[in-house]
């Protein structure tokens, strides 16, 4: 009927690229949905993310996603 369910444990992994995936569980609120205001991934590359549940073989694949290193606003002190 298309409505969400809740209490469902949904799963974030890396589908594809390097790196480490960390906050990577959420439980779904009373409209179905899974908000992950935690994920973090630590790496330079282009990333699909893979969302899943468990006891299903269904899985959504997220768009990809570039990181790219961060650059200081600070920049070091230069010696002279």
């Known amino acids: ?3 969400g369910v809740s209490s469902v ?3 974030a992994a890396i589908e594809s ?3 480490t995936l960390t ?6 609120d ?6 992950f205001t935690n994920l973090k991934i ?7 993310l893979r969302f899943t549940v ?9 768009n990809s996603i570039y990181l790219s290193p961060t650059i200081s606003s600070h920049p070091s002190p230069v010696s002279q």
């Open 1 to 3: 009927d298309g409505s």
């Open 9 to 11: 444990t949904v799963t």
């Open 17 to 19: 690229g390097t790196g």
């Open 23 to 28: 906050s990577n569980t959420e439980i779904t």
């Open 30 to 35: 009373a409209n179905g949905y899974a908000t």
């Open 42 to 48: 630590t790496g330079t590359t282009t990333y699909t």
């Open 54 to 62: 468990p006891g299903s073989t269904d899985k959504v694949v997220s």
